[in-house]
């Protein structure tokens, strides 16, 4: 630092908030939050939603797939699990869920939600869309057989004109609104297909991590092929 000059200003803290049905949470989910935290430089709140929208029920209970998450990011740097979603009734929106954080945080800190290609691809099917922007940035990582630079939906490639990000740093300096593409390594792990294997009988604990797969085993996850209400599918919260 030259003499009078100013110290830098410190980089507002960015909140990033990775939501998911997580039933079960794989290695697809954690080598994206992994990237996430890496490239982003903050720590990354793995939150399972207690009633995702626009979903079957989830084959295992919210406390279930949370206590998963809990094995999952264990001695995991950067990585931690937020329970917000699962204290609220009705569907898990994510609009409500900003609206707490924002609530909470006020509006000013940047704000982001992580999700996978798939998913934001949908983003105009989620209740509120056009919202969600006023109140976080997204970040999206890629995902096998969900191209981001096919055709999007017409709705949604207006609604992200201008908002497309070229560095990560670009998100601490507004707090909502923009978009960055995640250019991770690729990762084909689906918690569908893994509870199509369990259900099969067919190999799938390479998939998750080891306490996560003991876990699944312990308590008879899945059987039935995660169908909720399935003679081995736990009662709902
Ligand atoms: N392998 C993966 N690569 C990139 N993103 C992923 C991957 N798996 C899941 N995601 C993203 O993580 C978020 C949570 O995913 P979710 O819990 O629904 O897992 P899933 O494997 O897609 O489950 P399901 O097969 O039950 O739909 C979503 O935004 C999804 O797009
Ligand atoms: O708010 C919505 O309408 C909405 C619709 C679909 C998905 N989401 C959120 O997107 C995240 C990933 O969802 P899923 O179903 O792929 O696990 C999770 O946090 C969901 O709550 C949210």
Redo the contacts with the bound molecule.
């Keep these: 630092m030259t003499p009078g000059s100013q110290p830098p200003v410190p980089s507002p803290r960015l909140l990033v908030y990775y939501?998911?049905?997580f039933d079960p949470v794989h290695d697809g989910h954690l080598s994206i939050a992994r990237a996430a935290r890496d490239v982003l430089e903050t720590d990354i709140r793995m939150?399972p939603?207690a009633d995702?929208?626009?979903?079957a029920p989830p084959g295992a209970t919210a406390d279930q797939r949370a206590g998963m998450l809990d094995l999952a990011v264990a001695g995991e740097r950067g990585l931690c699990v937020d329970r917000r979603?699962l204290h609220r009734a009705g569907r898990?929106?994510?609009?409500d869920t900003l609206l707490g954080l924002r609530a909470e945080f006020g509006t000013r800190v940047p704000i982001a939600l992580l999700?996978?290609a798939d998913?934001f691809v949908d983003l105009p099917?989620?209740?509120r869309?056009r919202e969600l922007f006023e109140h976080a940035h997204f970040v999206v990582a890629e995902r096998p057989g969900s191209p981001l630079d096919g055709d999007l939906r017409p709705e949604l490639a207006a609604a992200l004109a201008g908002r497309w990000c070229r560095s990560p740093g670009q998100l601490r300096d507004a707090p909502a609104g923009r978009v960055l593409r995640l250019r991770q390594p690729l990762h084909g792990e689906s918690a569908t297909a893994i509870r199509a294997r369990i259900a099969a009988g067919e190999p799938w604990r390479d998939d998750v991590p080891p306490a996560v797969a003991d876990y699944i085993e312990h308590h008879r996850l899945y059987l039935n092929g995660g169908e909720a209400g399935g003679p081995d599918a736990p009662p709902r919260l």
Excluded: K, L, Q
């Design positions: 939501g998911g049905t939150m939603a995702p929208p626009h979903r979603e898990s929106y994510s609009i999700v996978g998913s099917d989620w209740h869309w």
